[in-house]
């Protein structure tokens, strides 16, 4: 259980919160200038608040940290809108979909389609056409299949086509260690240590339509360290040798995927970026170096890592109720108007999160506490053990920070709740970026 | 890992499968008469199918076991659209609601508010004033604070609102087993051990504008015999006994909730309906005998127990890929055009289902298999660990069985999919209940 004081519990964590939080005189918080009390009033709740510089200056970073932004490729699973992708277009990001959906949106929001990658171990061939038609960069092929149903694709559309393979490096991320190991048990990728990998190489260097121009792989996710996305690239890197040395082919890049960590509660710190990227940057050139190669250019695929610290998601107290657990302890529920309907990942990963009461300053002593929502199911948590002050009453707002990336995209109509409102905020205004969902929208697809 | 043999693969398990379900002698799999071949011709896959005889004979099941169908409460949480709600209704049963969002669907579907019976543990004003102005049969109340909103509420409209009072009994299913325990440690309802729930009940018959006309409880999920229904039953009873011997007030109904037990592997054995509804009716009546109070009407709330085993879910085969798993095995991974988007039980739950191949006969000999969806995550598994035949190939469509409840129910736009159509078949036709969900209804609610 996380003890946080009752002074401390008015604080907001500048490594968790929106760069642009702020808890203000009055005791509300804002962001951006907006009060979230302004917000609430406004859009009602629940409702997510993104912080529009905090996300493009996320992305600057990364752009920073790899030199350029193009190299950075921001996971649109995550979180997608087609103000997002505009966001990410106008920094500079290329963009990763990993669906004809995702991609069709960010075509919708004028995405140069050039600077699309495309993601899925399971294309349909009307999303490959889609691909190929529509000129996205680069497609990441992860089966044998479906490089010869791309290759066809490609060569009936009379297009050829970009692709880079999808490898299994034989590492794992297992809580904070990095584990190689020489067989993945999983969907994604085509195994290096069976040759599963280079035998794909070999079909793409000869297919007709389709030019290899990379290899991707992806370690993990939330890691903090970039001793996984080290020893990943130093085993791809092995095969850029040897295609180099069998095929004479000298790929342009090397895709290491995402995973970069974030801090959702106190006790977390997020991923370094840019000492990361240095760190990683330097073991790539240096592992080409020793292998004889021309260093292959590095690209990232960070979502979390973007969306994630830049929103938060307001809720209303409604219900508030202790429980005896034992004869003498009491835990009090605090219920709220949303729950795994907006947030699953509680529910779904045991996630955990930092959340503070944001229409005053609280003042209560330490209680033990549990966050729920309105869903009709005991397992609809938002925070399972927290010690919060026990002046917390309905009515109030609270917000769950780094709610941005995994919230909204998979939320569901649970309950047959409307999904949140989600608005962004800049500098002192507020602009609606989704409307909430209404009992109306839910029945629209109703066949009566 | 479930051993299938390749000709039993050929099968539909009867009490998992729906009660029509039917391989004709094409080798292909019909509901209702209706083959899903032709189904996911017309509207695509995925697409959920249900059969609408299949649920209506559960229905009828239920109230012959309980003896009138208003003693069975749907529970719209497992699968709710306007026309179940009007099958519902059709074969006479009550319908539990736990939003707003449900009743209102529940009401726009002419379901009389009189058979309605309200649950959450976080009711919203709005929420509750809708109940008391739309004249909902029961609000179950869940704590004091609501109490007092209720009843307040009900006097601002000039209503004697019907209330149950939610109980914790202290009775906790533990896999096969039914522990007593006394406290309970989750969101809902009040303590019968701590007097909490006597303390309710006394404000409950003293609150001018609320009339109390029973207790309501509930024991778990996926429950296999009448033990822990008996326990529960018998704990509350005796605070029946205690209201009617300190407050001389006889209450009509005793709501023992939901969890009756359902098969979704060929494995398991669903709870037997009539023997639980006889042996229980008969506890129910014993304890209240030695009690000396009247016996109270038994309500119960399956949700999952109607719609689970009505509807299966079709997908087609997509990219079929063998994984070494270690240096002599492999395991086929099977991709379909669906996954956690669309179920995400077998993630969040870690549930198991049955699923066969619809569109013909398979001859191949059993392989080690993962059933695994299309979206951006190793987790996205449909099935976990089968042994089925190694001839599916893509283009072959496969059906998972017992998809009725909480998988639509709790469906997102995960990788930005669409929801599944689902039809509703009866008698040979096919009947649209929600078109499937595209790219547009996603953007429609964007502010661009």
């Known amino acids: 259980m996380r003890h946080q004081e009752a002074g401390c519990f008015n604080d907001l964590p500048a490594h968790v919160w929106p760069r642009n939080a702020k808890r203000e005189e009055d005791g509300s918080v804002s962001i951006a200038g907006v009060k979230l009390t302004d917000i609430a009033a406004e859009y009602g709740t629940p409702v997510m608040v993104v912080d529009e510089e905090d996300f493009r200056s996320r992305c600057r970073d990364m752009a920073q940290a790899y030199l350029e932004p193009k190299n950075v490729h921001y996971a649109s699973k995550a979180f997608l809108t087609t103000r997002i992708a505009r966001w990410v277009n106008e920094e500079g990001l290329s963009l990763d979909v990993a669906s004809e959906n995702e991609l069709l949106i960010a075509l919708a929001a004028d995405f140069p389609a050039e600077r699309i990658t495309v993601h899925g171990n399971n294309k349909s061939e009307s999303f490959l056409r889609t691909c190929v038609t529509r000129g996205v960069g ?73 030019k290899l121009t990379g290899l991707h792989c992806h370690v993990g996710s939330q890691v903090f360290d970039a001793e996984g996305f080290k020893l990943a690239a130093s085993r791809v890197l092995g095969l850029y040798a040897k295609i180099y040395r069998e095929l004479g082919l000298q790929l342009d890049y090397l895709d290491l995927g995402g995973g970069y960590g974030i801090a959702y509660t106190v006790d977390e710190q997020p991923l370094d970026v840019q000492a990361v990227a240095k760190d990683l940057l330097r073991a790539v050139e240096d592992a080409a170096g020793e292998l004889g190669i021309t260093p292959p250019t590095v690209i990232v695929e960070p979502g979390r890592a973007i969306a994630g610290p830049a929103a938060v998601t307001v809720y209303s107290v409604g219900t508030v109720k202790d429980v005896h657990v034992t004869d003498d302890a009491t835990r009090r529920y605090i219920a709220v108007d949303g729950g795994m309907s907006d947030n699953i990942r509680t529910a779904l990963y045991g996630a955990e999160y930092d959340a503070r009461v944001v229409n005053r300053l609280t003042e209560g002593v330490p209680h033990a506490t549990r966050l729920v929502g309105s869903h009709c199911e005991s397992g609809d948590i938002l925070i399972n053990n927290a010690l919060w002050p026990d002046d917390i009453a309905p009515g109030d707002l609270i917000s769950l920070a780094a709610t941005g990336a995994y919230c909204y995209s998979m939320a569901s109509n649970y309950n047959c709740f409307g999904r949140p409102a989600v608005v962004s905020v800049k500098e002192g205004t507020v602009t609606p970026m989704v409307r909430r969902e209404t009992v109306e929208d839910i029945l629209a697809r109703e066949s009566l």
Chains 1, 2 share one sequence.
């Open 138 to 210: 680069h497609v990441v092929v992860d089966s044998h299949q479906e490089l010869d149903t791309l290759n066809r694709i490609a060569g009936e559309e009379g297009v050829a086509q970009d692709v880079f393979i999808r490898v299994k490096p034989g590492v794992e991320a297992h809580t904070h260690e990095f584990i190689a190991t020489s067989h993945e048990d999983q969907k994604f990728g085509l195994s290096l240590v069976s040759g599963s990998a280079f035998r794909a190489v070999q079909t793409a260097h000869n297919a007709e339509n389709l």
